[in-house]
């Protein structure tokens, strides 16, 4: 239904644009009566005024060309040339278009020279804009021929010097744009002392000589981008209009005190400066909103600083020296961002910004915070409402709690520390959070998570963690969507991992996706069966690892409630549950039950025994390690064998030159080898027998026992059945490392490209839905 409606209103929009074209409309205004006939020009009719567009001109004579006589006397007429070759100007006039201009715009019109025979009779022109044009000068004589200019743009001219006399003519400018030149120098009387709005900004101007203190009429004024190391007597002496300062990226050691009688500023930008302080000057300023001091060198804050900035709705200290807030910011009643990014604070209390209500965004990242406090333990409401928390990039070991004051954050960015748990109690009342990213810390596991319900967290980035086992980790956890568990060391999953989450955003159902990428998980053999048994509980498992040869994976060495392989060491330090399933019992001989697990096979423990062939390096990329107690893909059935056992039938993998490709291959040669083994065996006892009787001084041969010979083929028997258990095992095996491989070679596409950015899925291909062939790869790998 959505798709339908986005179809549909996207038609309707561009049936709309479609037809506006045709009828020569745009939208906000209606093209002029002539358009067509002033091509390559455009034209639009504003309320009171038609404006007229050229591009890429080859001269003014394709101007006049195209726009002489085409506008009524009575028409008033806004022209702008730009992109264009009008080095023939100076010899042309605008009077030739017979039109009455009053804004008049060349913009990068490779003007070098102008000529004031050019603009004679453009008495009604209030508006003129020659930025980027290579002029080198303020073009006095041009002035002189506009007397009621009120609005001047020379940006980016190449004007170096400004005298006293360049403004003489136009008294009336009150807006003066000298942005992106090259001056240097100014005489102290050289700018208008009408001018409204000026911007002296990107020059390189070493001292304003006095030139500002007469300019009692301006409202905003940009010095930035310039090399001043001073505004002691520099700025206008009385500014009951000012709102706007600019003084950024300068090298201003300290703020002038005059700028305290500056009350109806709103908003003031020193940032890229060499503040050490703010001694206070900003304190009376009741109407100040924005306040950037960035790139400084501030290294303390003090009570008196903000001690009547009521209105203050942008604080940003980034990047500075501060070490201490000392209580300053409370009189920020009107705070919504603070940003003390990249300081050297230490510890910080959440009694900092108590009492600011209407505070949304805090960022404390790239401090060296190693503590946080939070509220008393007896206050329930704490006095505050920020929305995104973020201690990114600090020397955090633990949170104490000091969170769960904050019930309305949304999102907490905790990544980059080096926290080694996360208790209940830090993410109690935490009802509202949505995002939660403690990936980058030394987190051993997330079980303490599920014992808090985190009712509307969607999104988990845990990545590059310390991170072995999932159990219960998401039962708090409702309604998550993503959850990045990528570089960790997760070997197995928890059967109720998800048992109590299902994916849900804005009130609707989806489905969970786990990043396991870089996880020794995603090389067991079992892969298959654990990608299913979370699909079936609305789970997707992504992700991509290089895994270690088949014979050096490990595989579930008992059964457990896990999915996964799980190392003595871990297995016994969680909860074990019971299995769902039985592991297959190998055919025992007639006397003995069905019901009884047979345990006649064991590792050879001979020191002599012929070491594993090394791995050759091009058949992986990148080989996991594993703690193991038992050797990979042994079928333990039973309790471990006595070291005194007469079993001595070899694994078959001991055999370095036998090399299983398929099952009837793998039969000729079992019983090649079963040949071997039952005539070392015979020989074995024959010889055993010569020695006992040599021993006890036996002359004559004793006869054989058929009881104990019947017992002895029995045992063979059994042995014969665990090897061929044994083939089958490793063949399975043999093609699920196929598949793998040719999924791995398999060309990039959207559904198996991945990427380390959360919501970049990347899907684990699965093996057929082959019943019979699924079956037996669950017997074998349980």
Same mark, same amino acid.
């Given at each position: ?430 009802? @509202? ?290 090897? @061929? ?58």
């Amino acid at each position: 239904m959505k798709s339908r409606r986005f179809v549909f209103n996207f038609m309707n929009i561009t049936m709309s644009t479609l037809l506006l074209s045709v009828l020569g409309l745009t939208l906000g205004a209606q093209q002029c009566l002539v358009w067509k006939e002033i091509a390559p020009c455009t034209c639009l009719n504003e309320t009171s005024k038609i404006e007229i567009f050229c591009e890429k001109m080859s001269s003014y004579e394709q101007v006049v060309n195209t726009l002489q006589n085409k506008f009524l006397p009575t028409d008033r007429i806004l022209l702008r040339i730009s992109s264009s070759t009008l080095q023939d100007l100076p010899q042309k006039s605008f009077k030739e278009l017979n039109m009455n201009i009053e804004n008049i715009q060349l913009n990068n019109d490779n003007l070098t020279l102008l000529s004031p025979s050019s603009f004679v009779g453009l008495s009604q022109v209030k508006y003129l804009s020659l930025s980027d044009n290579n002029i080198g000068i303020v073009p006095e004589s041009i002035l002189e021929s506009l007397p009621y200019i009120s609005s001047l743009d020379l940006g980016r001219c190449g004007i170096q010097y400004l005298a006293e006399r360049n403004f003489k003519s136009v008294p009336n400018l009150d807006t003066l744009m000298l942005g992106g030149n090259h001056i240097s120098q100014m005489d102290s009387n050289s700018l208008p002392k009408n001018v409204v709005h000026l911007h002296l900004g990107r020059n390189k101007i070493k001292d304003l000589n006095g030139t500002l203190t007469n300019l009692t009429n301006l409202e905003w004024f940009f010095i930035n981008c310039n090399e001043l190391t001073t505004l002691e007597d520099q700025l206008p002496l009385i500014a009951p209009r000012t709102i706007l300062l600019h003084a950024g990226h300068n090298k201003i050691e300290k703020l002038p005190q005059h700028l305290k009688t500056y009350t109806g500023l709103l908003s003031l930008f020193v940032n890229n400066n060499r503040l050490a302080s703010l001694d206070g000057v900003i304190s009376r300023m009741r109407k100040l909103e924005r306040a950037q001091f960035e790139y400084n060198r501030i290294s303390m804050l003090t009570k008196e600083d903000f001690l009547e900035t009521e209105s203050l709705d942008c604080l940003c200290l980034g990047n500075n020296l501060v070490t201490s807030l000392n209580n300053s910011l409370s009189p920020l009643r009107s705070l919504t961002i603070l940003n003390l990014t990249h300081n050297l604070l230490t510890d910080f209390s959440l009694q900092e910004i108590k009492g600011l209500m209407k505070l949304r965004i805090v960022d404390l990242s790239h401090n060296r915070i190693n503590s946080i406090s939070g509220p008393t333990a007896n206050l329930i409401e704490w006095e505050t409402k920020i929305t995104e928390l973020l201690l990114n990039n600090n020397e955090l070991i633990s949170l104490n709690g000091a969170l769960s004051g904050l019930p309305s954050l949304l999102k907490i960015d905790l990544s980059y520390n080096k926290i080694l748990e996360i208790s209940p109690d830090d993410l109690i009342g935490l009802d @509202r959070l949505k995002v939660l990213d403690i990936s980058y810390n030394y987190l051993t596991t997330l079980e303490e998570t599920g014992k808090t319900v985190l009712p509307s967290l969607n999104e988990l980035i845990a990545s590059h963690n310390k991170i072995k086992i999932l159990n219960h980790d998401f039962h708090g956890l409702p309604v998550l969507c993503w959850a990045d568990l990528s570089n960790n060391q997760i070997v197995a999953l928890g059967r109720d991992l998800v048992r109590n989450t299902r994916c849900k955003e804005q009130y609707t159902w989806g489905t969970l996706k786990i990043l396991l990428q870089n996880n020794p998980i995603l090389c067991d053999a079992a892969l298959p069966e654990i990608v299913a048994a979370m699909e079936i509980n609305h789970t997707r498992i992504s992700g991509v690892s290089h895994c270690a040869p088949l014979s050096e994976q490990p595989t579930t060495a008992k059964p457990n409630g896990y999915l996964g392989f799980v190392p003595e060491h871990d297995i016994n330090s969680v909860l074990n549950a019971h299995p769902t399933y039985q592991q297959p019992i190998p055919y025992a001989h007639n006397h003995q039950s069905q019901n009884e697990l047979v345990s006649t096979y064991q590792e050879p423990r001979d020191k002599t025994q012929t070491k594993p062939s090394e791995t050759n390096s091009a058949e992986t990329e990148r080989t996991t390690s594993f703690e193991e107690s038992e050797e990979p893909h042994t079928i333990n059935t039973g309790p471990p064998h006595d070291s005194t056992s007469t079993n001595n039938v070899k694994p078959l993998h001991s055999y370095p030159d036998v090399e299983i490709s398929n099952t009837k291959h793998a039969s000729k040669q079992l019983d090649t080898l079963l040949e071997t083994q039952i005539s070392n065996e015979n020989t074995h006892s024959k010889v055993s027998d010569l020695k006992t009787a040599s021993n006890e001084n036996q002359s004559i041969d004793q006869p054989l026992d058929p009881l104990a010979q019947q017992k002895q083929l029995d045992k063979l028997t059994m042995q014969i059945e665990q090897l @061929r258990l044994k083939v089958e095992e490793l063949t399975v095996q043999n093609k699920i490392l196929s598949h793998t491989i040719n999924q791995s070679v398999a060309p990039i596409t959207e559904n198996n490209k991945t990427e380390h950015i959360h919501y970049e899925e990347v899907a684990i291909h699965t093996l057929p839905n082959d019943e019979p062939y699924l079956d037996k790869v669950k017997k074998l790998t349980f």
